[in-house]
């Protein structure tokens, strides 16, 4: 399937890797390849329309991630990160629970819903008018899968989700790469 | 540091998240304290001993961070 991927297309699924390494995440979810695009501004600026910034979804994906350590839960069950960073700091160094978060090396997998997006990309592609799959299309697979974390990102990050889909579809119809 | 209310305390999606928090807490301290017994000369035996796991476990999870991969 990756043949039929335009360069941008592509690249933005390498980096997509790229933010969940980053956020501490061990799977390619939505979230990543959303920030990926957004991150390159690949999509036409389809998402800074409608007020949509890297940092900002940066920000959410750490929020709502597994990966990240979330020290609201960890409170209601006794636990002050606080302190457990400050020990982790004196043992082994400033910053070590960090460091020791952003451990997943080699390849990340994708989730189902992560694959969904490839699935749909593809699929959007096939409906319109051109024959790579690039990165309006990959956006669209993005909005289109159904996924918690990834609707809660977006709908901190966006101030018009409905209207951010309309435009895209609109994008893919009148795509002709 | 957060307000303990009671209410939320006691919402299983607070608590799931505090279960999987909790989980990547502990693997990343794990990850730190085994890094360290390894600088400091513990072997893989004594490690996977004092985290109740076979020494194949330990060394299969964590030996690939240790640059010089003896023990």
């Known amino acids: 399937m990756f043949e039929r991927f335009a360069a941008e297309a592509r690249s933005a699924v390498v980096d997509a890797q790229e933010e969940a390494r980053e956020a501490g ?25 409608h007020g949509v910034t890297h940092e900002a979804v940066r920000r959410e994906i750490v929020r709502g991630g597994g990966g990240a350590l979330d020290a609201e839960a960890l409170a209601a069950v006794g636990v002050d990160l606080d302190a457990v960073r400050a020990q982790a700091d004196t043992t082994f160094g400033e910053g070590a629970l960090e460091r020791a978060g952003g451990r997943s090396r080699g390849h990340l997998r994708f989730t189902r819903a ?9 699929r959007a592609t096939v409906a319109g008018p051109g024959r790579e799959i690039g990165t309006v299309q990959l956006l669209a697979g993005v909005l289109s899968v159904d996924d918690a974390r990834l609707a809660a990102v977006v709908s901190a990050v966006c101030d018009d ?12 119809a009148g795509w002709a790469a | 540091m957060f307000d303990a209310d009671p209410l ?9 998240r505090a279960v999987r928090a909790l989980r990547e807490l502990a693997d990343r301290l794990e990850r730190l304290q085994v890094e360290r017994a390894r600088a400091l000369g513990w072997s893989w035996q004594q490690i996977a001993d004092a985290l109740g796991v076979s020494r194949q476990a330990a060394h299969k999870k964590h030996g690939g ?7």
């Open chain 1, 25 to 49: 995440d061990r799977r390619i979810e939505p979230v990543h390849i959303l920030g990926a695009l957004v991150r390159r501004g690949a999509d036409d600026g389809l998402l800074a329309r």
């Open chain 1, 161 to 172: 989700p409905d209207a951010l889909r309309a435009d895209v579809d609109r994008a893919v």
């Open chain 1, 114 to 122: 992560g694959k969904k997006v490839l699935e749909r990309a593809l």
């Open chain 2, 65 to 71: 961070e240790d640059r010089e991969g003896k023990g």
């Open chain 2, 8 to 16: 939320t305390d006691s919402d299983p999606a607070v608590g799931l």
